[in-house]
């Protein structure tokens, strides 16, 4: 495998090209470079081989989901993407020509989504590789998204359609025989690659009372909302959003609705806003062309309880048990 | 060991605080927050269990090695550093005992060098653990130090004294037998924990025409130097720093003077400086009570080299041939 230096001269420093502030990988650090009355909104995620992604998985589809999910928390804030840095420890069985499709995959998302690699770090291990990527985002000073803001009477909604990339794991794992090829395949490439919601998180500036992405499942992720608000949050099941390929799975597996509920790597936004600007949300999905579902709504909490709860509730209001609350890291 | 919620709750919680921007770790991300005519300088360093650090070492000093080399990169810059985040994938080792020492470091550093947690990411390996640290620090907008940036005629410098940590490694390994004490003590606590030179970065803008932190080794970074700023550095040996306990193990290894030269871990500044402000190097040398020590000057680049090219020369002016150049990371 290439050296170190060669390695970054050949292989990384393309990724960062003339950009501003980058040095093109030149110097020890790079400047975050902003316009007036911007500032910046940072995030970071590791992935490590065997545990986050195979080792057999294509080095670009584990670059690209690596930038994928640090970009979907800076949508999560409302922030625009912008750069990022790179920390990967690669691991004994990397070489070359991992390397290259890994640069590949950071290169067409860099293209997608407008970011530029600032600088970076690269170094051996024994183990697994493990890859951590730092996002760099803008916003208005003072006006990022966040979790602890939502207001009793809120509405809640999500984006896209929920539960596909639960689904395409039970697909990829076996689980769903009688599915059709084209939504079992529809189903996995929602698992295998995340779709940031970067266009719809900046949007929702000054709309959103309260945003998250919804990484650890739909149900986890709305007790961190309610959590944080000190609110509870009321989820009407009958409302998520299903694809029309997750609804193909649930005929066959009407069990796996708990799946949908709590299944992990949406990805989508799970937002708040006043009841008074529900047309202002139907025309931002309109615009943007893409679902803006209202799955339920915020409550006071109730009393004698801490901080607030989710409340999943069928189409006829009463409490859905659920065996799983979501996925946690350990 | 503790889930990763708890974990956060409750041991990397305290380290955020109430800051401005951290949301106390309860949003999916940070705000960068910066006085007016700031800009962000970011930097990012990884290190591997094994690798860069042993599996017995404490887990304080790894935290604070972790942190501190990270802000050497910002103190080459000339940025003041104010805040950090956190990827760490914890091998199957880790328990309670070395994650509360690992906080515990970090929050002496904290208090050391004023920066703040402002996020993070944790997770399992299999493998060894794996730690990477981005770290934010400030600049004046557009007056961060440069690398390519020296004049020739300039003079160079370096801080502090060279080699400490390339001889505490020697002593550490049972090289340097006859070296007393005190001296192995000295060298070996400049190898396990690197002194950031925090205070004069910020304090070079202005004044230094170009500067980095010398982790690779004096000569390779001095080559860094040279090819960015495409001249020649001519680095006098006999001028270089030593401490006492360098020149006591000198005394009894000569031929430890290419470690010296070209041993990685000072984590001192290398910087050039205009010949006509040599009082004023002086003078911040003084008012720090920090050696700033010229050891060599800047040429023209030899007509028909690419870029600049390090040359070391004896007392007499003489080239002195070195065994190696410096460190590589692969």
Request: proline share 7%.
């Amino acid at each position: 495998m290439r050296g170190e230096f060669t390695l970054i001269a050949e292989l990384f420093r393309p990724l960062a090209g003339d950009a501003p502030g980058t040095y093109s990988l030149r110097n020890d650090g790079a400047r975050v470079v902003l316009a007036p009355g911007e500032e910046s909104v940072v995030t970071v995620d590791a992935m490590v081989e065997g545990v986050h992604y195979l080792a057999g998985d294509p080095p670009e589809s584990v670059a690209r989901k690596l930038l994928r999910v640090n970009l979907s928390d800076l949508a999560a804030m409302g922030a625009a993407p912008r750069g990022y840095l790179l920390a990967a420890c690669f691991g004994p069985d990397i070489d070359d020509a991992w390397l290259e499709g890994f640069v590949a995959g950071l290169a067409e998302e860099q293209r997608t989504y407008g970011v530029t690699l600032l600088g970076g770090d690269t170094t051996r291990t024994p183990g697994p590789t493990s890859l951590s990527l730092t996002a760099f985002g803008a916003v208005p000073a003072g006006r990022a998204l966040e979790r602890a803001t939502l207001a009793p009477g809120d509405l809640l909604y999500v984006s896209g359609t929920i539960g596909d990339a639960a689904l395409g794991l039970k697909a990829l794992q076996g689980e769903l025989p009688g599915l059709d090829g084209e939504a079992s395949a529809f189903l996995a490439d929602r698992y295998r690659l995340p779709q940031p919601r970067t266009v719809l998180g900046p949007a929702l500036l000054g709309l959103a009372s309260g945003c998250l992405d919804i990484s650890d499942g739909l149900v986890a992720d709305a007790a961190h909302l309610a959590e944080e608000s000190r609110l509870d949050l009321e989820i009407e099941a009958s409302a998520v959003p299903l694809s029309p390929a997750a609804r193909a799975a649930l005929a066959e597996r009407p069990d796996l609705l708990t799946s949908v509920l709590t299944g992990g790597d949406d990805y989508e936004l799970l937002f708040g806003a006043a009841a008074s600007r529900v047309a202002e949300v139907d025309a931002l999905s309109a615009r943007l062309g893409l679902p803006l579902t209202r799955v339920g709504r915020v409550a006071d909490a109730q009393p004698g309880t801490d901080a607030g709860a989710v409340h999943v509730v069928d189409g006829n209001g009463r409490p859905l048990p659920l065996e799983s609350r979501g996925w946690t890291h350990f």
